[in-house]
């Protein structure tokens, strides 16, 4: 790679053969990732992860990032979960830097061409985040694409154990 060329960054579906680096790189995440959510870190939760992931209801994404040599590396992880469509047209937002990945523009970048995706294939009108209020760089990614906040939801989601606060933040397709 050139001095200063950034690898280009692009979104696709996670398959089985990604499991020993998505697994290495979720492993090696984990106090990234805590306490706001958790990533499959063994390869019966990757394989129940995939098995979540392979429905019309939700879809899974892989941030990567190539090289000018054409090498593939994983950055970090998109979903659009429970999605319904009729009269709603909507989904669920979640995401996870991997560790090196974060705020470098990384997760940004694939998470524009996510929305792309969900309003021009999926036809989908709305996408809701919900995020733990002490979650900053999550507010800050979601806000620089265009989600605005909604609201508050006391004990929301149980994670880690525990039930906790929320911030509804969404974006419209139009």
């Given at each position: 790679m050139t001095p200063g060329a950034r690898p280009a960054v692009f979104v696709r579906p996670p398959v089985m053969a990604d499991a020993p680096s998505f697994i290495a790189l979720a492993c090696q995440s984990r106090a990234l990732h805590a306490p706001w959510t958790t990533a499959p870190c063994d390869a019966k939760a990757f394989s129940d992860f995939l098995a979540t992931m392979d429905s019309r209801n939700n879809h899974s994404f892989l941030v990567c990032l190539r090289s000018a040599d054409g090498a593939?590396?994983?950055?970090?992880?998109?979903?659009?979960?429970?999605?319904?469509?009729?009269?709603?047209?909507?989904?669920?937002?979640?995401?996870?830097?991997?560790?090196?990945?974060?705020?470098q523009g990384r997760m940004r970048a694939g998470l524009l061409?996510?929305?792309?995706?969900?309003?021009?294939?999926?036809?989908?009108?709305r996408l809701e985040a919900n995020i733990q209020p002490g979650n900053l760089r999550s507010i800050a990614l979601v806000r620089s694409c265009g989600f605005v906040q909604e609201g508050f939801s006391p004990r929301y989601l149980k994670i880690d154990g525990h039930w906790r606060d929320h911030e509804r933040w969404a974006v419209l397709a139009d």
């Open positions: 593939e590396a994983m950055a970090g992880v998109i979903n659009i979960t429970q999605i319904v469509m009729g009269a709603f047209c909507s989904g669920y937002l979640g995401y996870y830097a991997f560790a090196g990945h974060e705020r061409q996510v929305l792309l995706h969900a309003v021009g294939v999926l036809k989908l009108h």
